[in-house]
């Protein structure tokens, strides 16, 4: 399969797991928890010599527990990770006060986060010592689908020029479409490998 080795080295690396009856269900989309979860493993196996950059979060933690009208329960198996993410700036919250944790993650937001993600890692010396990939032919003014003014342009530019997501063969990048299993176990294997690359110290496994 064309996901294997990612699975097979995030899987020993406890960054992403399967199911207890020893499947991994490829297919299944990821939803806002999940994700959560798996970046909340990543950043926590970060060693204290890679230290992140966070961003502030847009809101006020304890205004997304249920309690105080969000809609994360207080004892959700995701409260931890929702928490890590957040607070790193990673992740965002809604402006109503709400996670949304069930809502599928698309190739959008995705990029969105996963910028976040690597903007608020040590690598300034990232971009400019990495082979770049055409990005203009996504763009909309060029035949592809992204539109000029999108708020997730700059996110996908990077992760493009990185060859972390790439767009499809028509040319085009398809952001609403929901990422799955499969497809988030080889972005992650490449991110992560580009982390590796340019920090050096990570555990062992990554």
Known sequence: HWA??????LVESKVISGYNDNTFRGTKQVN????????????????SSVS???RSS???LEKLWTENG????????AKDAVQTVLEVGVMYAYENNTFQGEQ?????????????LFTALPLSSLEAQIPKIPFEKLLAENGGDIPKEHQAKEAIEFLVKLSILSGYEDQTFRGEKQINRYELAMV??????IIQHFSRKFQPGF
Do not use: C, F, T
């Not at 992650?188 to 490998?193: E, M, Q, T, V």
């Open 4 to 9: 294997r080795e990612a699975i097979q080295v």
């Open 32 to 47: 806002r928890y999940e994700l959560a979860m798996i970046l909340s493993s990543i950043i926590k196996n970060l060693p």
């Open 52 to 54: 992140m950059q966070p």
């Open 58 to 60: 847009n809101m006020p």
């Open 70 to 77: 969000g809609d994360i329960p207080n004892n959700h198996w």
């Open 104 to 116: 599928p993650v698309n190739r959008y937001e995705l990029a969105v986060i996963l910028h976040a």
């Open 188 to 193: 992650l294997h490449r991110s992560l490998k």
